[in-house]
T-cell receptor
Framework: LAKTTQPISMDSYEGQEVNITCSHNNIATNDYITWYQQFPSQGPRFIIQGYKTKVTNEVASLFIPADRKSSTLSLPRVSLSDTAVYYCLVGLVDTGRRALTFGSGTRLQVQP | DAEITQSPRHKITETGRQVTLACHQTWNHNNMFWYRQDLGHGLRLIHYSYGVQDTNKGEVSDGYSVSRSNTEDLPLTLESAASSQTSVYFC????????????FGPGTRLTVL
């Protein structure tokens, strides 16, 4: 599995856009990039997944450059409720028979 | 609505006791996983199952066992609880088709005294 590197923590204020970058220099050709969000005292929750360029859903956007060695999770206009730990994962998606490898994640603290 | 539940949500036990944590999902997913999460760390895989009667060891399986007698349940047993097993335990499931979305339960906080 490709190793990922993320900042340990980030701080932001309500209403700002937050960009969390993940480095994955050894990403393989068939690997996808997936982001999870974990609130305190809860299990992780899937946010978004992509392979290249840009993916957007109702929660976030994921930007992946052409070389795919990094990716950026973008959270538009964060609120206090976006305070959580965000995990970047890289791996195959060809089958559900795969456990996920979580790193330490990025702890986002949103201030009023 | 389909869901995944864990019980108990909190458990305090003593060193040497056998403890079983329950996990139940109603999505009919074949694939189920147990992770542990220690303070300030990501999740580490304990055991996983791809279907009934199938179980596999993860990276931190020592001292733990699982059994899969039906699709809905994957109980995790600590054979002889140790203080090093104090942690938060998460169960997860996912469907067979290719996608990286795992569905996690709410977690069980286990304290071994």
């Amino acid at each position: 599995l490709a190793k990922t590197t993320q900042p340990i923590s980030m701080d932001s204020y309500e209403g700002q856009e937050v960009n969390i970058t993940c480095s994955h220099n050894n990403i393989a050709t068939n690997d996808y990039i997936t982001w999870y969000q974990q609130f305190p005292s809860q299990g992780p929750r899937f946010i978004i997944q992509g392979y290249k360029t840009k993916v957007t859903n109702e929660v976030a956007s994921l930007f992946i450059p052409a070389d795919r060695k990094s990716s950026t999770l973008s959270l538009p206009r964060v609120s206090l409720s976006d305070t959580a730990v965000y995990y970047c994962l890289v791996g195959l998606v060809d089958t559900g028979r795969r456990a996920l490898t979580f790193g330490s994640g990025t702890r986002l603290q949103v201030q009023p | 609505d389909a869901e995944i539940t864990q019980s108990p949500r909190h458990k305090i036990t003593e060193t040497g006791r056998q403890v079983t944590l329950a996990c139940h999902q109603t999505w009919n997913h074949n694939n189920m996983f147990w992770y542990r999460q220690d303070l300030g760390h990501g999740l580490r895989l304990i055991h996983y199952s791809y279907g009934v009667q199938d179980t596999n060891k993860g990276e931190v399986s020592d001292g733990y066992s699982v059994s899969r007698s039906n699709t809905e349940d994957l109980p995790l047993t600590l054979e002889s609880a140790a203080s090093s097993q104090t942690s938060v335990y998460f169960c997860a499931s996912r469907p067979d088709e290719g996608y990286n979305e795992q569905f996690f339960g709410p977690g069980t906080r286990l304290t071994v005294l």
